[in-house]
């Protein structure tokens, strides 16, 4: 089992797994093990449109070990919680932006079923569904996937977050992430709209061509949208990939995160989810690195001006 | 000029720099701005050791400019500070390992005197020296280089580390880093050592094999160095990133920064220096991407034992 270690000098939590250094490194559809029917397929035989299963390298949950000695002076647990892989399609060569809309609808189902599934347990303090695309987005399996985390912890991003949208209701009595949507609705960084979701880049964003989407009704979590939330996000999360892939002509490596209300920590009505996409390429064929002064100072640094990006992709042919 | 911008949900600030988008991305000697006497060099003609100017496309400070209209209901301001390059050798070719003895110890010298130089500058709230190095660590120009940057701000790192330095010594009466240097020395996680200086894999790392320098020492700064503490760290310096190129028998990609007390921030005393190395790679070929949770979650992953990797790192023949 992988274990966490506190670091003393960040006051955050790393995660320890050195099973997974032999997890399969695979682009190509020989040898893919999330293809149905291959030899060690680890996906289930068709027919599905999306598949659900545990990572068989799993960052979080699986068998328990002892935890190694790690002397004394410091903390250390085992990283419980759990890990999934969302399969999208049967076929490798499929990526979100190739779906009929309704499985892309489906898709989003089945993060809110998984969600609620995960949130029943009591090893998870978060769920986190994303999707790492392409190979300079950590994807080491080519065959088109996402993934769900259930923490043990609330991870050191989402606690930050936690305590500014606290502060700003104790000061301004609302939601923090609900007037950032206002504000950003027919303004410059506006990308896109469906329904109640608004699609932008953020006023201050860590990565070039970031895009959020927001609901404009204040809900926390997958499990709180109705239907037709589900369907217009469903669309809307299609049409902002096919911007990515539109804006340098080519697939645009990225991570997608959802970002909903780590339950047991934030009280029902403070969280407003959220849709993030991290895009790494900052230009044609050149990716944003985090060099010295994001990884090393946590400072980071865009070479394009949020409102030009966003017309950019407002400006792309779909 | 280039501009800060508050993110209102993350508290932290980015900063936006549109004119570097034009910066020239180059790995060979042929057309490099940094090998003296060429075309366009940027470099002062030698004869020279190692070589200090201002960055032509800085991230911080350079000519003023009205900030762009933003729109009321967020915080910008410009980025002032200061961006320096620090070439190490005239030669294209030389790395640091490759540089006499007594080049590093120049180096090192160079770094401390601009530290001294930056610090007297009002706009400066914090001077963070460091290296990218090799294009998977975000180097855009392939002459052995490092940067400083004089940040106008205490970047969100080291933001934090101050709290939790200030919080240890108020429970403790002692400093955090004096007790974690102590906890290592002779310990599984040591790698190496020279003088006061201890080379230890940190109980809690973020990257594979990274390593951390620190002085037995309690000081806060290059300035309060010794001759004979500044020619210890050169030497290990030297060691410590040879160990990283023997480790899989190739260059090792990485990110060096040099943690120094925020001066106007941080009262004397409270800081305690050191030199970390953030190495990009996981496996012999295999990068360490920051995906979904690094990225996105902020929770990091790692696929190898601390322990282990210190050990690799001592077997490493030099």
Known sequence: ?????????????VTVSPRRLGRPVTASAEGC?????????????????????????????????????LGPGYAAAPAGGRAEIVLYSPRHDVHLPDLPEGK?????EVWR????????????????????????AGQTIGHPHGQIYGYPLVPPRLARELERLREHRLRH??????AIRAH???????????G???????????????????????????????DEEVADLARLLQRTVRRYDGLYGAP???????????????????????????????????LKYLAGSESAAGAFLLDASPEDMAQALRAVRL
């Open 1 to 13: 089992m992988s274990h966490l270690r506190f670091d003393p000098l960040s006051g955050e939590w």
């Open 33 to 69: 093990p999330f293809c149905p029917g291959g030899e060690g397929s680890e996906a289930p035989d068709p027919d599905w449109d999306v598949a659900v299963f545990d990572n068989r390298f799993p960052s979080y949950g699986g068998p328990g070990e002892p935890l190694p000695g």
């Open 104 to 108: 892309v609808r489906l898709l989003v």
């Open 113 to 136: 079923h998984r969600t609620e599934v995960l949130e029943a347990d009591p090893a998870v303090a978060c769920v986190f569904v994303f999707e790492n695309r392409g190979r300079d």
């Open 173 to 178: 009595g609302a939601c923090l992430v609900c």
């Open 184 to 194: 950003e609705a027919g303004g410059p960084r506006q990308v896109d709209r469906e």
């Open 196 to 226: 109640g979701w608004l699609a932008f880049v953020p006023f201050a964003p860590r990565f070039p061509s970031e895009v959020h989407l927001v609901p404009e009704r204040h809900v926390g979590e997958l499990a709180g949208l109705g």
């Open 252 to 286: 645009m490596p990225y991570v997608m995160a959802v970002y909903q209300r780590p339950r047991p920590a934030a009280p029902e009505g403070l969280w407003h989810l959220r849709v993030a996409f991290h895009p790494f390429l900052r230009a044609p064929g050149r």
